[in-house]
């Protein structure tokens, strides 16, 4: 069993250094990064506001940047952001979130 197509284009798929340094420092943290990425790319945004998560249906059809938060009681918190023009994924720590 494949993954499955993303809804929308999702471009590169990029992680920060920190999450880079959380994955050599948690091999297991690797997997739950990306099942975040999948569930993102699934239009399934996470822990989102009824309201936030219409933004997103509204930026798939329209161009706009979408983003998703994932909570986790074994790890860090994480966003999953895919830019406007879909170029690019990233994935970061909510922490790094400016």
Do not use: Q
């Amino acid at each position: 069993m494949g993954a499955r197509k993303p809804k929308f284009k999702m471009g590169d798929v990029v992680i920060t250094e920190e999450i880079d340094r959380l994955i050599k420092s948690f091999p297991k943290f690797k997997n739950y990064v990306c099942k975040c990425v999948e569930r993102h790319s699934e239009c399934d945004w996470g822990n989102m506001e009824e309201a936030e998560k219409k933004e997103n249906r509204f930026a798939i059809k329209h161009g706009e940047r979408i983003f998703s938060a994932y909570k986790s009681d074994r790890y860090p918190n994480i966003f999953v952001v895919t830019e406007r023009d879909r170029s690019i994924t990233t994935v970061l720590c909510a922490e790094e979130w400016r």
